[in-house]
């Protein structure tokens, strides 16, 4: 059964950092570029980043860049968004996604409709 989980989420004060995880089970996710996307209540869905399946290569939104980053496990079949210096815009619920097997990324920026598995997200809340 294909499936992937985040975790990590959570409040934290603005500045701070989390770092969220997407494990995935029932395939080989280092064949996939993943993605995380989030959702604000109100708003349109939003790809924050992206890591490639072939040479790791990121794409990161511009809201996010310098602030972000998204990294990889294959031996523990994981892919991870470290978030720095968190703002209350940064609140949303982020998912992580997949798109492949051994597809580039094609979905950062954008919406996400090309991706082929979805996680059920975590909420991220960013407030003091």
């Known amino acids: 059964q294909v499936q992937l989980v985040e975790s990590g989420g959570g409040l934290v004060q603005p500045g701070g950092s989390l770092r969220l995880s997407c494990a995935a089970s029932?395939?080989?996710?280092?064949?996939?570029?993943t993605g995380w996307f989030r959702q604000a209540p109100g708003k349109e869905r939003e790809g924050v980043s992206c890591?490639?399946?072939?040479?790791?290569?990121?794409r990161y939104a511009d809201s996010v860049k310098g602030r972000f980053t998204s990294s990889r496990d294959n031996a523990q079949n994981t892919v991870y968004l470290q978030m720095n210096s968190l703002k209350p815009e940064d609140t949303a619920v982020y998912y992580c996604?997949?798109?492949?097997?051994?597809?580039?990324?094609?979905?950062?920026?954008?919406?996400?409709?090309?991706?082929?598995?979805w996680g059920k997200g975590t909420l991220v809340t960013v407030s003091s």
């Open positions: 029932g395939f080989i996710l280092g064949y996939y570029a």
């Open positions: 996604a997949a798109q492949g097997p051994f597809g580039p990324c094609t979905e950062v920026p954008g919406v996400g409709n090309g991706m082929d598995y």
């Open positions: 890591i490639s399946s072939s040479d790791g290569t990121t």
